[in-house]
Nanobody, 115 residues
Framework: QVQLAESGGGLVQAGGSLKLSCVAS????????MAWYRQAPGPQRELVAD???????KYADSVKGRFSISRNSAENTIYLQMNSLKPEDTAVYYC?????????WGQGTQVTVSS
């Protein structure tokens, strides 16, 4: 089992910045790709960014140029640096990790951007 713990969410004004962290613990060997998702009120969870073991990054079009995902494998942590935040970035942000064909999710951290 892998446990994921997100932190760093909060309330920020439009144009501001936040940095989210996600720490993996438990059976952390063989963790592969990790990612950030978000879910605004509603059923759909949206992929924000992901990063594989080799450091290759992908971003949703809506966050390109504003958000940056990074990974510290030694600390089993990924980060999401969010700049130029917009009210439409308001959501619960979740961390996901893949390990041996199983997906693991964190509990989420709320990000609220006021206009």
């Amino acid at each position: 089992q892998v446990q994921l713990a997100e932190s760093g969410g909060g309330l920020v004004q439009a144009g501001g910045s936040l940095k989210l962290s996600c720490v993996a613990s438990g059976s952390i060997f063989s963790i592969g790709a990790m990612a950030w998702y978000r879910q605004a009120p509603g059923p759909q969870r949206e992929l924000v960014a992901d990063i594989n073991v080799g450091g290759v990054r992908k971003y949703a079009d809506s966050v390109k140029g504003r958000f940056s995902i990074s990974r510290n494998s030694a600390e089993n942590t990924i980060y999401l640096q969010m700049n130029s935040l917009k009210p439409e970035d308001t959501a619960v942000y979740y961390c996901r990790a893949n390990r041996l064909r199983t997906e693991y999710w964190g509990q989420g951290t709320q990000v609220t951007v006021s206009s």
